[in-house]
């Protein structure tokens, strides 16, 4: 754990976007691929939803185990801007009182795709409001989430059934 702390000093501060406009980051965004955490190991069809509440943006994580026909899993998160100028970093909390850092360092104009990273560069999820993105796309994220010091051969991508509805 320290030569994680002490390789994570050496790294610049994790930027985010200039500023996201929560109204339009609200709805599906189908994950694409991702560092994942242990709890999306084998996660298929996987959709995070973000829906604004009056103290909270209200967050679920739906995806199925180990295939398309797996068990349906799901997850429920509150998030809570931490920036307000940026709306750009939040604290997701899975479990209260902690709250995990989470931030939006990519987010398209048009709010069709978006990468979630963390200050720690040790997880990161490529998300968008379609199923699939293009490979050259992928490509270009993967490398450029390299250039910001993640280990991107830990990137697994995420099978989610062409046009399949929310799960």
């Excluded at 320290?2 to 500023?19: E, F, G, H, I, K």
């Excluded at 026909?69 to 998030?79: F, I, Q, R, S, V």
């Excluded at 931490?82 to 931030?103: E, H, K, L, S």
């Amino acid at each position: 754990m320290l030569l994680c702390a002490c390789q994570n000093r050496s790294l610049p501060p994790m930027t985010t976007v200039a500023y996201v406009d929560l109204e339009r980051f609200m709805g599906d965004w189908y994950v694409i691929a991702a560092i994942p955490t242990s709890f999306e190991a084998g996660a298929h069809d996987a959709v995070e939803s973000y829906a604004r509440t009056d103290d909270y943006i209200a967050t679920t994580f739906r995806f199925r185990r180990g295939s398309h026909d797996g068990p349906e899993k799901t997850l429920h998160a509150k998030g809570y801007v931490r920036d307000t100028t940026t709306n750009a970093r939040w604290g997701m909390q899975f479990v209260w009182p902690f709250r995990a850092d989470y931030r939006v360092i990519l987010l398209d104009a048009d709010y069709r795709t978006t990468i979630i990273g963390r200050e720690a560069r040790d997880y990161v999820w490529i998300m968008a409001r379609e199923p699939h993105l293009d490979a050259a796309t992928l490509a270009g994220y993967r490398d450029w989430l390299a250039g910001l010091g993640y280990d991107v051969d830990k990137l697994v991508i995420v099978p989610q059934r062409s046009g399949a509805p929310t799960p």
